[in-house]
């Protein structure tokens, strides 16, 4: 099975492909360790917080498996027909020979996948007797009667366990001998399987995970550790993002301004370094994902009920992104009851960093001449990019003051008014935040902005 993998491992390296293409911001630091970790064939345990692709990770290495491999028909632990361990299969190739029946196993029945829970069992995983079997007149002392557990069924195959801690310790005595002898011992039988399986397993650090621990003993056993992190820059969030956030439905477009995805990957990174969250928690890159779906929500949802062709997501959404994913942050227990505070605070600077990158070196003179002189914009996240800049023509405007040069350092359109829009309003916002206007909340989300510092 490793020599399995080591073999296509160098031979995926060798012709120069990505062995893993789905995963964003590991090339330097994950990814050869891995890669080191498989040639040198050994099981594997990854550390790390949430949200870090471990899963994701275990899942991608079925992808350096064979095609399809030849095993024992019908056998229930994918015995190889030249090296048979079972007793069933045994006898089968005994009997029957080269006319034993032979199977193909494809490479995606060759990963299990158990994520490890407190009422896992040692009969779950290696096997136990099967009451059926003896009810059907074999003897109790016969290997037939032996019903396999997860890990046997894996025999040929990557066995992957998610969350290894929430393992009871005295069922991670039971891998011991898979990780050291490669095998295993069922209760009450003079049976011993010697499998061929590679096991690779995930798990908090230990400082985090209070649920429980790794013994020693078995973290002994494990070739090699693989610590995962979060994405190191913005560009990687953005690209986790992208890749990973649901779609809008087909036929109804979405489109969400670069800026916009910029503001939600600092807000994360804010998270991410501030003393009131919980950072052995971690903040996930969930959080993004999650925050990146429920923008694009809040600007379809806009588009639907007010019959505009081509939604476009503005700032006015992002306030939905702090009730919709304040459950998926864990705070300082000192912070109880700040919880939409602290996540509003960090929008803001998140908001702010980026205008001050795309817009700080714009002219607002001729915007905030006209706010002095009494000019009031009302909006909410109903409001239409059409109703929203008539509101500078009612205000006897021609058109949008230093409209071309806010919308043309945040790589909008002129052309488009959902562009000019979402950008005249994150413009608005940012001038909010450095007190060069005023901003009201009303009742259903309305906001207006009028002249005056704050």
């Known amino acids: ?53 471990k899963s994701r990770l275990m899942r991608s290495l079925e992808d350096l498996l064979d095609e399809a491999v030849p095993v024992v028909g019908g056998c229930e632990i994918n015995d190889h027909p030249y090296r048979p361990i079972c007793a069933r299969c045994r006898s089968l190739v005994k009997d029957q020979g080269d006319s034993a029946p032979v199977e193909w196993l494809p490479r995606d029945r060759r990963l299990s996948e158990k994520l490890a829970t407190p009422d896992t069992s040692v009969a779950d ?17 016969d290997e037939l009667t032996i019903h396999y557990g997860l890990l046997p069924r894996t025999n040929r195959g990557i066995f992957a366990v998610n969350e290894l801690p929430d ?27 010697p499998l061929d399986v590679m096991l690779i397993a995930s798990a908090n650090p230990d400082d985090y995970t209070n649920r429980g621990r790794i013994i020693s003993p078995l973290k002994d ?52 370094l501030s003393p009131q969250i919980n950072q052995r928690s971690g903040v996930s890159v969930r959080f993004s994902i999650g925050g990146l779906e429920t923008v694009t929500a809040g600007a379809l949802r806009r588009a ?42 960090a929008l803001k600077e998140a908001i702010l960093a980026v205008w001050r990158e795309r817009l700080g070196s714009a002219d607002f003179g001729e915007l905030l001449a006209q706010f002095d002189a009494g000019l009031v914009i009302d909006t909410t996240d109903l409001t239409t990019p ?30 488009r008014p959902a562009s000019v829009a979402g950008a005249i309003e994150f413009g608005l916002e940012g001038l909010h935040l450095l007190r060069r206007i ?17």
């Open 304 to 345: 639907v009920r007010s019959g505009e062709q081509g939604a476009e997501a503005r700032i006015g959404d992002f306030w939905a992104v702090i009730s919709a994913s304040v459950g998926r942050v864990e705070f300082d227990t000192l912070e109880e009851g700040r919880e939409e505070e602290i996540l509003e605070r």
């Open 438 to 454: 005023n901003k009201d909340t009303g009742d259903g989300g309305a906001f207006r902005f009028s002249g005056g510092r704050s």
């Open 1 to 53: 099975m490793k020599a399995e993998l080591r073999a296509n491992t160098i031979a995926r390296l060798g012709s120069g492909a990505t062995l893993f293409p789905s995963l964003v911001g590991y090339e330097g630091t994950v990814i050869p360790t891995l890669e080191r970790a498989l040639i040198a064939g050994h099981d594997i345990i990854m550390l790390g917080e949430r949200g870090q692709a």
């Open 386 to 415: 059409a109703e929203l800049l008539a509101q500078f023509h009612d205000a006897g405007s021609k058109g949008v003051p230093n409209a071309e040069a806010i919308v043309g350092r945040l790589g909008g359109s002129l052309e």
């Open 221 to 272: 056993r494990f070739g090699s550790q693989v610590r995962t992190h979060y994405p190191s820059h913005l560009d990687e969030e953005i690209a986790i993002m992208e890749q990973e956030a649901l779609p809008p439905p087909a036929g109804m477009p979405v489109e969400v301004p670069d800026y916009l995805k910029e503001v939600l990957a600092r807000l994360t990174f804010e998270l991410r």
């Open 125 to 141: 995983l290696i096997g136990d007797v099967d009451p059926i079997k003896v009810a059907e007149g074999r003897y109790l002392g």
């Open 167 to 193: 393992l009871p310790e005295r069922i991670q005595v039971a891998l011991l001998n898979v990780l050291e002898e490669r095998d295993v011992q069922i209760r009450g039988y003079q049976v011993r399987l």
